[in-house]
């Protein structure tokens, strides 16, 4: 039996019966990911195994480097097939890191291949997944078919111009293509050379001339509008924590006309600036009917060495510590006190806070949608078997999983839609072993309703998003 068969990780017959009558069915709301709208819109085809699976992969990277990888393999000039015998090599000693699950997944969902990766095979799965990835059904679009994608949404910054969302939205996809808005850079008052250089781009992209903080503001609000009026219902936002040193509009605007100057911001001033436009922002967003996430606890970029030879996102991030609740508390509350809370997803990336979030959940829940305040899926360093459990189990502990809106592939890669199969069989297994002790009923209308909502049908109702036509199903595995 391959490695990868119809039962993966599925280790009880309810189990089994759970994943495969009741979750793989289903089809896949992907409403966060980081895809690149210019290669869906212009249906990409990708050359070779490296482009569509390690271009841009820290991930492998860091695994790599550390199977003592030079980095002219990982980022560096090598050959692509060079990388790719490189990443092969390494795959036998990525043996109980997620890696191997997702890299064997992958090739199995893709190109149905199951052997065991290595440097001795790597040259045939070289040459048979190119000649599979040359054919239409491994183009951009042909993926989004094969995968029963009915929705994604990509993560843009407020000065795109959703050129290419009007394109993929003029080819009339089976698949729903929408941005998601993401203006980290909105608050980076305290970096004055690079938080110019995009309010710049921000004036340009609103048609606004940007002479103070009202215009500033005034900005931002025209391109809500914008993005909402080409089918944006989500907003995120990548957080170390959430900003709750509020401040008046007096002081907002005199950090603001600092930063303008090419003033230095200091790090007290730069969270009352950062505190008032996230409320700002989440007020807009309430006024939209629009979702909200935060991304929070990632401490980016620790090797300043590597940060100035590399650039950001190229595998040198790790999990943060800064302390979570206070925060988090005071700025939801100021939304809520004005009625301005937002549906919001709380995507929590330090394992040790997720009993802290968990319970901030239900501070908020105001009746009026069910599960308004989520603790979002397990991501980047949790979207593994482990702490997708972690997740699954605090959720369930301290709120409803019934309402949970499940996983989303959170990725830049056209190679990543098997994350989904992954989080379902995690999700079944974990029901089907409650089942099978008695600490659930045995009971399928009840017990796969939950497991059928929790993948598709819950972030469909949470989300408003317009509906759209499922692609044919898949064979089911």
């Keep these: 039996m391959p490695f990868i068969h119809d039962d993966f990780l599925l280790s009880t017959e309810t189990a089994r019966r759970l994943y495969h009558q009741f979750a793989a069915p289903e089809p896949i709301l992907d409403y966060h990911c980081h895809l690149s709208p210019r290669d869906l819109a212009e249906n990409r085809q990708f050359n070779n195994l490296f482009e569509i699976w390690l271009e841009g992969d820290h991930y492998k990277w860091r695994a790599m480097r550390s199977n003592g990888v030079a980095e002219r ?14 990443w092969a090599a390494t ?7 997620p890696l191997y699950h997702w890299t064997h997944l992958e090739l199995a969902r893709y190109f149905g291949l199951t052997d065991l990766l ?13 000649e599979q990835l040359a054919t239409p059904a491994l183009s951009a679009q042909g993926i989004l078919k094969k995968f029963r994608v009915t929705t994604l949404c990509t993560t843009d910054d407020p000065t795109d111009d959703l050129r290419h969302h009007e394109s993929i939205a003029a080819q009339g996809l089976a698949t729903r293509v929408l941005p ?6 909105a608050l980076g008052a305290n970096q004055p050379a690079a938080f110019n250089a995009w309010v710049d781009r921000l004036a340009d992209a609103s048609d606004t001339d940007i002479a103070d903080f009202p215009d500033f503001l005034h900005a931002l609000c025209q391109r809500v509008e914008y993005f909402h ?35 230095p911001v200091s790090p007290a001033e730069h969270a009352q600036f950062a505190s008032f436009v996230m409320l700002f922002l989440g007020r807009l967003y309430a006024q939209h009917d629009w979702t909200m996430q935060l991304h929070l606890g990632a401490l980016r970029s620790a090797n300043t060495r590597l940060l100035r030879t590399l650039g950001p996102d190229t595998g ?16 939801l509350d100021r939304l809520d ?10 995507y929590n990336l330090n394992p040790a806070d997720n009993y802290a979030v968990a319970t901030m959940l239900g501070n908020f829940q105001d009746g009026t949608v069910p599960g308004k305040v989520q603790l979002g899926s397990g991501w980047w360093f949790l979207d593994q078997k482990e702490a997708m459990e972690w997740q699954l189990n605090a959720l369930s502990n301290l709120g409803l999983l019934s309402r949970f809106v499940g996983m989303v592939t959170d990725s830049r890669s056209f190679m990543s839609y098997p994350r989904h199969e992954y989080f379902r069989r995690v999700l079944c297994n974990l029901v089907g072993r409650d089942v099978e002790a008695g600490e659930l009923p045995d009971d399928d209308a009840l017990v796969g309703s939950l497991v059928r909502n929790l993948c598709h ?4 109702q949470y989300l408003s998003l317009p509906e759209a036509v499922a692609p044919e199903p898949m064979a089911v595995h």
Excluded: M
């Design 180 to 185: 998601a808005f993401r203006p980290d850079k």
């Design 337 to 346: 006190t004005d009625n301005s809370l937002p549906k919001t997803i709380l």
């Design 73 to 86: 393999f990982c980022t560096g000039d090598a050959e692509p097939f060079a990388k790719f015998q490189a």
């Design 229 to 263: 009026a080409h089918g944006c219902r989500l907003s995120d936002h990548g957080l170390n924590h959430c900003y709750a040193d509020f401040c008046s509009t007096q002081t907002a605007t005199a950090i603001f006309a600092k930063a303008r100057n090419g003033q």
């Design 118 to 130: 290595d440097e001795s095979n790597a040259a045939r799965v070289w040459n048979q997944a190119n």
């Design 316 to 331: 040198f991030d790790s999990i943060g510590d800064w302390p979570q609740a206070r925060a988090l508390a005071a700025f």
């Design 91 to 97: 795959v036998p000693h990525t043996l109980r890191n």
């Design 457 to 460: 049908a819950n972030a469909r």
